[in-house]
């Protein structure tokens, strides 16, 4: 009695072991798949084509088997050589197929079944998917707009896909843990001699059931935030904008260099306003393509130890000229020991040259002094400014994508209102706090407090939810 | 050579190239520009686009690196895609990557570095 519980336990443990592997192969088949066929998406290479066709045998074969599995009159032939193309061990094929017939609905393995069954769907798509590209490489060039439809795809299936693969095997180490405590409850009922046994065979089961795959993943994960972001309108119109300024600021650069130009004083300064406007428009284009990455989560940020003084510095050096045309004093105060900060070299210079230049941009006379420092909390950045100040009512608001803060003399304000927002988004993103101290006539304090972060080379930061 | 299929960008830039005192030929697409590389071409640098019809520029920068003859040509990445979005090909001998709407100043120093002084100055390389 007890030796046939024992039995059944480590049989049933076996075969949950069985399905564990099995799906992992799935799963390796099916990853592999979908980037191959990326990678055909993006090569129109016939090696990636044909890599594609042999990894999605894999899942196929497992499909077919399934099928064959599931009918009352069951060839077994035509289940093993199912079992066979998903790449199953020939010893595993008499569990599969033993789970599969005493278990399908028992509730565990009834739920793992459906899981599989859905992406047999997926599997489906990601076949036609695969054939249609196919079809479109051999009729002629891929256009850019076909190529993201094909990532696209392949990036959603992927992403359905990977969601049931995680619920599958949840699914089989809920199975192994109820096997493990019923076993152990049936077992210890009868007879403390084969506990032993059972827990041994049960635990076994457990740890095989966690698993990753993250590389893949995270190369069509690139993929899909790199299509999302021109997917939205936002993205597009603000992409499409940059072939007409390009050509403009070159012809712009023809205009200013070209001696034979002979340009008069009148045209050369009309000239200089050109190329100020059409900085301004890369400027704008720049903030709204980048406020699309981040908000469809493709900010990829590069951590590395910086002097903090010393970036300020530099930057505050690009901007004086800017605040010199105004008449505007720009200092800065950095303590001589002040400690360096990890953070991403570039973001933390946007943020600097964000809030300086937003400074510049709303103060007529007087300074804008930056100040470093570090406590607690992390590194503080203050940027302080002589100008109107902001309203308390104003402080929330001016925070948000395309809000605008109307100048005290009533002036319209340049740019499309979605430089606070980026600050905001950006510090977000490095665990920092940004704080406004600001009152009408008194000026305004913006600050940026960042924390120590821990120092990796790549760090992907998690989406903002607003 | 500028390999890129927007005639606007591809006029421009080479009309600049030509401005600062280089020689500049224009392709619109991968196809056309080894057309002309067949030819005998051999420019002493290429700045190609990514996003092409008929031949993109992943693809043509494998079919140059595949090309005994070609692979040594310095070839700069022209594109408004940077890397963070989309991997850029990595070519043999790479001059760099040029960000649309690109500066001035990192089209004068790569084709410095690459081309030499403008001509008139020093002898042909």
């Given at each position: 009695?007890?030796?046939?519980?024992?039995?059944?336990?480590?049989?049933?443990?076996?075969?949950?072991?069985?399905?564990?592997?099995?799906?992992g192969?799935?799963?390796?088949?099916?990853?592999?798949?979908?980037?191959?066929?990326?990678?055909?998406?993006?090569?129109?290479?016939?090696?990636?084509?044909?890599?594609?066709?042999?990894?999605?045998?894999?899942?196929?074969?497992?499909?077919?088997g399934?099928?064959e599995?599931?009918?009352?009159?069951m060839?077994?032939?035509?289940?093993?050589?199912?079992?066979?193309?998903?790449?199953n061990?020939?010893?595993?094929?008499?569990?599969l197929?033993?789970?599969?017939?005493?278990?399908?609905?028992?509730?565990?393995?009834?739920r793992?079944?459906?899981?599989?069954?859905?992406?047999?769907v997926?599997?489906?798509?990601?076949?036609?998917?695969?054939?249609?590209?196919?079809?479109?490489?051999?009729?002629?060039?891929?256009?850019?707009?076909r190529?993201?439809?094909?990532?696209?795809?392949?990036?959603?299936?992927?992403?359905?896909?990977?969601?049931?693969?995680d619920?599958?095997?949840?699914?089989?180490?809920?199975?192994?843990?109820?096997?493990?405590?019923?076993?152990?409850?049936?077992?210890?009922?009868?007879?403390?001699?084969?506990l032993?046994?059972?827990?041994?065979?049960a635990?076994?089961?457990?740890g095989?059931?966690e698993?990753?795959?993250?590389?893949v993943?995270?190369?069509l994960?690139?993929?899909e935030?790199a299509?999302?972001?021109?997917?939205?309108?936002?993205?597009l119109?603000?992409?499409e904008?940059?072939?007409?300024l390009t050509?403009l600021q070159?012809?712009?650069?023809?205009?200013?260099?070209?001696?034979?130009?002979?340009?008069?004083?009148?045209?050369?300064?009309?000239?200089?306003?050109?190329?100020?406007s059409?900085?301004?428009?890369?400027?704008?284009?720049d903030?709204?393509?980048?406020?699309?990455?981040?908000?469809?989560g493709?900010?990829?940020?590069?951590?590395?130890?910086?002097d903090?003084?010393?970036?300020v510095?530099?930057?505050?050096?690009?901007?004086?000229l800017?605040a010199?045309?105004?008449?505007?004093?720009?200092?800065?105060?950095?303590?001589?020991?002040?400690?360096?900060?990890?953070?991403?070299?570039?973001?933390?210079?946007?943020?600097v040259?964000?809030?300086?230049?937003?400074?510049?941009?709303?103060?007529q006379?007087?300074?804008i002094?930056?100040?470093l420092?570090?406590?607690?909390?992390?590194?503080?950045?203050l940027v302080?400014?002589?100008?109107?100040?902001?309203a308390?009512?104003?402080?929330?608001?001016?925070?948000?994508?395309?809000?605008q803060?109307?100048?005290?003399?009533?002036?319209?304000?340049?740019?499309?209102?979605?430089?606070?927002?980026l600050?905001?988004?950006?510090?977000?993103?490095?665990?920092?706090?940004?704080?406004?101290?600001s009152?009408?006539?008194?000026?305004?304090?913006?600050?940026?407090?960042l924390?120590?972060?821990?120092?990796?080379?790549?760090?992907?930061?998690?989406?903002?939810?607003? | 050579?500028v390999?890129?299929?927007?005639?606007?960008?591809?006029?421009?830039?080479?009309?600049?190239?030509?401005?600062?005192?280089?020689?500049?030929?224009?392709?619109?697409n991968?196809e056309?520009?080894?057309e002309q590389l067949?030819?005998?071409l051999?420019?002493e640098?290429?700045?190609?686009d990514?996003?092409?019809?008929?031949?993109?520029?992943?693809?043509?920068?494998?079919?140059?690196?595949?090309?005994?003859?070609?692979?040594?040509?310095?070839?700069?990445?022209l594109?408004?895609?940077?890397?963070?979005?989309?991997e850029?090909?990595?070519?043999?001998?790479?001059?760099?990557?040029?960000?649309?709407?690109?500066?001035?100043?990192?089209?004068?120093?790569?084709?410095?570095?690459?081309c030499?002084?403008?001509n008139?100055?020093?002898p042909?390389?």
């Open positions: 009695m007890v030796v046939g519980v024992a039995g059944i336990a480590l049989r049933t443990a076996s075969g949950i072991r069985a399905y564990v592997g099995g799906e192969l799935w799963s390796k088949g099916e990853k592999d798949a979908a980037y191959a066929l990326a990678s055909y998406a993006v090569t129109g290479s016939p090696s990636d084509y044909s890599q594609f066709l042999e990894s999605l045998s894999v899942p196929l074969g497992d499909h077919a399934r099928l599995l599931e009918r009352r009159d060839r077994r032939e035509v289940v093993v050589d199912g079992l066979r193309r998903g790449h061990h020939p010893d595993d094929f008499q569990d197929i033993w789970m599969f017939r005493t278990f399908r609905h028992v509730s565990y393995m009834e793992a079944i459906s899981i599989w069954e859905e992406g047999d997926w599997i489906e798509r990601l076949g036609a998917a695969g054939a249609e590209l196919d079809a479109e490489v051999r009729a002629g060039p891929l256009l850019e707009a190529r993201l439809h094909y990532l696209r795809r392949i990036s959603e299936i992927n992403r359905h896909v990977t969601r049931l693969e619920e599958f095997s949840s699914t089989l180490g809920e199975a192994a843990r109820w096997i493990r405590s019923t076993s152990i409850a049936a077992v210890l009922a009868l007879s403390a001699g084969l032993a046994v059972a827990i041994w065979a635990f076994g089961i457990s095989l059931v698993k990753s795959d993250a590389s993943r995270e190369a994960e690139r993929e935030a299509s999302r972001t021109k997917s939205t309108f936002l993205g119109v603000s992409h904008f940059r072939t007409p050509a070159l012809q712009i650069e023809r205009l200013r260099i070209d001696p034979r130009s002979q340009l008069g004083p009148r045209q050369a300064e009309i000239l200089e306003r050109m190329v100020d059409s900085h301004r428009l890369a400027e704008m284009i903030s709204l393509l980048q406020y699309v990455r981040i908000e469809s493709g900010l990829q940020l590069s951590l590395e130890s910086i903090p003084s010393g970036v510095a530099e930057t505050l050096e690009e901007m004086r800017l010199q045309r105004k008449g505007l004093v720009l200092a800065l105060h950095a303590p001589p020991e002040l400690p360096e900060l990890v953070t991403d070299r570039s973001l933390f210079r946007f943020l040259t964000n809030l300086v230049g937003n400074a510049i941009k709303f103060t006379e007087g300074s002094d930056v100040t420092a570090h406590e607690a909390a992390g590194h503080r950045i302080k400014d002589t100008g109107p100040g902001i308390p009512h104003d402080h929330e608001r001016i925070f948000r994508a395309f809000e803060l109307e100048s005290v003399q009533g002036r319209q304000a340049h740019g499309i209102g979605l430089g606070l927002a600050v905001k988004q950006i510090t977000d993103a490095l665990h920092g706090r940004v704080e406004l101290a009152a009408p006539g008194a000026g305004s304090a913006f600050a940026v407090v924390p120590p972060l821990p120092e990796q080379s790549l760090m992907i930061a998690s989406q903002s939810h607003e | 050579m390999v890129d299929d927007e005639a606007e960008v591809r006029e421009a830039l080479k009309g600049l190239v030509e401005d600062l005192g280089y020689d500049a030929v224009g392709a619109e991968g056309k520009a080894l067949r030819d005998g051999r420019p640098l290429m700045l190609i990514l996003a092409m019809p008929v031949m993109n520029g992943w693809e043509l920068v494998l079919e140059l690196s595949a090309a005994p003859g070609l692979r040594e040509i310095p070839v700069a990445i594109t408004a895609f940077d890397q963070s979005r989309v850029h090909p990595r070519p043999l001998k790479s001059a760099g990557t040029l960000l649309k709407p690109c500066r001035k100043t990192d089209i004068t120093s790569i084709l410095e570095r690459f030499g002084p403008p008139g100055s020093a042909p390389r």
